[in-house]
Structures are given as structure tokens and as C-alpha cells.
């Protein structure tokens, strides 16, 4: 391959022409784009998943465990998701051009505030291979053009992705530059690309802390950030038993290794008197989840080790859980607050002021109410999919939608007015 710094700086060049080209692109082509990438990752399924079966094997021999094994994997039932998700988004309506406020001034002139495409976006991932349509389909969606750089244990995976959005896009008729993958897996190209000031408007990375901490420190462009997700699950001293438990085994066993899963579950102080610390406990030990807890919860469960100050911070990504208990909603609140990733925290409890109290208090991204913290997503939710779920508090927060990958401009129209 060229040079690196020349190879980064074509992809940036190519992806701004091919971002203003975008801009005059109405809303059904970019639709109609988005069916034909969907129709082609149908078409595709068995070079899909020879990809994929060259990936898994990689990884398995590069002892990648089996929760990032199964983030990686794609089936026959992946495919149809991953095709189906892109479809969803070309069903959704145009997020651009929607007017967010309008309004005539005193002096006559019509002022509209209109929802308008960021313009490049740099996409930063790992392991999940699904990624590559996802993003792609929701940067074509909100009039954006993207680059793509997914991590090495998915790159026959993602080159195929590609490949199929490739496809689309020349189907309906667009440039293919408006969707290009990053080709070469050598580390310094994410430094350059970073460095794409003026040419590369947003980078939105997805993965592990040290990943994100990395693009955060070389970044020379605006990141938003999907951080850890240490989710948190609370059961308060009201709540419903049967509830309480279904909740937790939900949050933390139905999927270990995604970042909605519950890592920490906090119990108020009354739930061991009742019983229901006791059946919380046992339930996750059933399933064979390894419980860290404090004192009063080694008190009721035989098997949990003592967790460490580290534990409260963690992303498991696996079947173990951290578990404490607390003598009140604030306390709990206040863990969540101190330790949390501002990511997705519930709570499960029958007393609708404790439900207001700790949905105003909690600093989070997601505040749930007798659900599962795994319904923290994008589809969950309605968008389709997402670009990521946003920990920082601007410009996004929570699951990112199409609508998320866009800003606005303010678009004034006069009849001469000249100000005196």
C-alpha cells in the first residue's frame, strides 16, 4: 500500500467531494440506495459468511473469548437482521430538511432553523461486523458521507459488507465514495485520519475503553463518544419479587457480551429480610453467573467472591456481576453516579415517587423503569439501528438514530431588508 498519511489523506479528500455531492441528492435516491445495499447482503449471504468463517477462525486462534466470538459471528439469521435493519432505515422518514423552528421577525424577514447533514463521519469500530452496514446505512440516510474502519478480527467480514454497500450505492447511482472502508488494518491510519481537520467533520468511535481513550487523545476533530457500558440494575425495597428476579437474570444472562447487559446490581437493604436479595442471588448462581459482591452479600450467597473497588467500575462482558447492597435509593443513586458509564441504569420498584426520584437523579444517558437494561438500542427503540448509544452529553445522547448524525443551519429570507 502508498504511503499511509497519503493513503488517509485520498479517503478524506474523496469522502468531502463526495459529501457535497450528497447534499443535492434527494431523499428517495438515498432510499433507493438503501434498498438495493439490502438487497445485495440478501444476495451475498454465502460470501458473506465464508468471510465471516475466515474471521471467527482468526479469532479463535487469537483466543478471543466467546462473548467477542459471538459479537462477531454472522449466520444465516445475522444476515437477514443485518439487511432487514438497512431496510428499516430507508423506511424511515428523511430526517433533512425538516424545519426545527421557524419564525418571522419584526423587521419581516422569514427565519427558519432546518435540520441539514453533518458532512463526513468517521466511524471507528471493533469486532461487530454488522457495524459496516449499520453505519453506513445510517450515514447515507441523514445525507452523509463516511469512512469506515473496522478492527482487524473482522476484516474479511467487514470488506464484504462493504462490498455490498458498494454495490448499492452504484445501483442507485451514487458515488461510491460516499461509503468508503478503511483497507489497511496498520494503526497509524486512524492517527491520520484523525488529523483530517476541515475534511472529516465527526468521528464516532466503537469498542473498548482503550480504543476510545486513544481516538479521544489523537483526535484533532469532534468525537462523540460510546464509552463502557457499565449498566447498573436496582431493585428497591418496593418492588415485585417475581419481577425483581426475572429483571436481573434478563439484564445480566441474555446476552453477556454486549454493552446493555446489566454488570452491577444493586439491592436495597430490606430485600434480604424479605427473601428477595436471596432469590436474585440464586437465580444468576443458577444460570452461572460469577456474583463479586460486598459483605452483606457474601452474607446470603455462599458463592460470590468479595468484590474489589475495581469491580464496581467494570465492563465484564462476560457472566459475572457485580452486586452490593444499600440502605437506600440515594445510596444506590449515588454508586450509579460515582461508578457508572452514564450509559443505561434501571430501576425495578411497585413505588411510582422512587421511580421519579432516581429516573431525575440518575445521570445517565438511558434511566429505565421496570425493564431490562437490554432494550437500551437503537432498533429497541425504534431508529432502525444505531451509530452507537452515546455516553457524552453533546451533541447526542442515548442510542444515535439517523436524525443524531445531523446539525442544522439557519436559513433567512428577506425582501431587501438592509439593517440600519
Given at each position: ?110 427565519l427558519q432553523k432546518v435540520r441539514v447533514a453533518i458532512g463526513v463521519v468517521l466511524i471507528i469500530f471493533e469486532s461487530r461486523p454488522n457495524v459496516t452496514s449499520d453505519a453506513a446505512a445510517l450515514c447515507l440516510k441523514s445525507g452523509n458521507a463516511t469512512v469506515l474502519r473496522g478492527g482487524k478480527e473482522a476484516v474479511h467480514s467487514n470488506m464484504a459488507l462493504a462490498a455490498c454497500v458498494q ?204 425493564c431490562s437494561t437490554r432494550f437500551s438500542d437503537g432498533g429497541e427503540y425504534g431508529l432502525g439501528a444505531e451509530i452507537g448509544i452515546s455516553t457524552d452529553k453533546l451533541h447526542s445522547r442515548g442510542p444515535m438514530g439517523a436524525a443524531d448524525l445531523t446539525t442544522y443551519k439557519w436559513i433567512a429570507t428577506g425582501n431587501g431588508q438592509c439593517r440600519g
Open positions: 500500500m502508498e504511503n499511509i498519511k497519503t493513503y488517509c489523506d485520498g479517503l478524506a479528500e474523496r469522502a468531502q467531494a463526495a459529501s457535497r455531492a450528497l447534499s443535492a441528492v434527494p431523499g428517495s435516491v438515498r432510499d433507493e440506495a438503501l434498498r438495493e445495499i439490502a438487497k445485495a447482503i440478501r444476495g451475498s449471504a454465502d460470501t458473506l459468511k465464508a468471510a465471516n468463517a475466515r474471521d471467527l477462525e482468526a479469532g479463535e486462534a487469537n483466543g478471543l473469548t466467546a462473548a467477542m466470538l459471538d459479537r462477531l459471528k454472522i449466520d444465516d439469521a445475522a444476515i437477514e437482521k443485518i439487511a432487514s435493519s438497512v431496510d428499516q432505515i430507508a423506511a424511515q422518514n428523511d430526517p433533512l430538511g425538516a424545519i426545527l423552528e421557524g419564525k418571522v421577525l419584526p423587521n419581516g424577514i422569514k454495490a448499492g450505492l452504484k445501483a442507485a447511482g451514487l458515488n461510491p465514495d460516499t461509503v468508503q472502508l478503511v483497507e489497511t488494518t496498520d494503526r497509524a491510519a486512524v492517527g491520520e485520519l484523525l488529523k483530517q481537520e476541515g475534511k472529516i467533520d465527526l468521528c464516532i468511535p466503537r469498542g473498548g475503553k482503550s480504543l476510545i481513550k486513544a481516538v479521544v487523545e489523537q483526535a484533532h476533530i469532534p468525537v462523540i463518544k460510546h464509552y463502557t457500558g457499565n449498566c447498573h440494575t436496582y431493585v428497591d425495597g418496593q418492588c415485585d419479587a417475581d419481577m425483581a428476579v426475572d429483571l436481573c437474570v434478563n439484564a445480566k444472562t441474555q446476552r453477556t457480551g454486549v454493552c446493555n447487559a446489566t454488570e452491577t446490581i444493586l439491592l436495597h437493604k430490606d430485600l434480604i429480610e424479605n427473601g428477595i436479595a436471596k432469590r436474585i442471588c440464586d437465580a444468576l448462581v443458577e444460570k452461572g453467573v460469577e456474583i463479586r459482591g460486598d459483605d452483606r452479600v457474601r452474607g446470603i450467597c455462599d458463592t460470590a467472591k468479595p468484590a474489589t473497588e475495581e469491580d464496581w467500575g467494570e465492563e465484564y462482558l462476560d457472566m459475572i456481576v457485580a452486586m452490593k447492597v444499600v440502605d437506600s435509593l440515594d445510596e444506590a443513586v449515588d454508586h450509579i453516579n460515582a461508578y457508572g458509564s452514564k450509559h443505561t441504569d434501571a430501576i425495578v420498584t411497585t413505588s411510582i415517587d422512587a421511580a421519579e426520584r432516581f429516573t431525575k437523579l440518575t445521570d445517565t444517558a438511558n434511566a429505565f423503569v421496570n
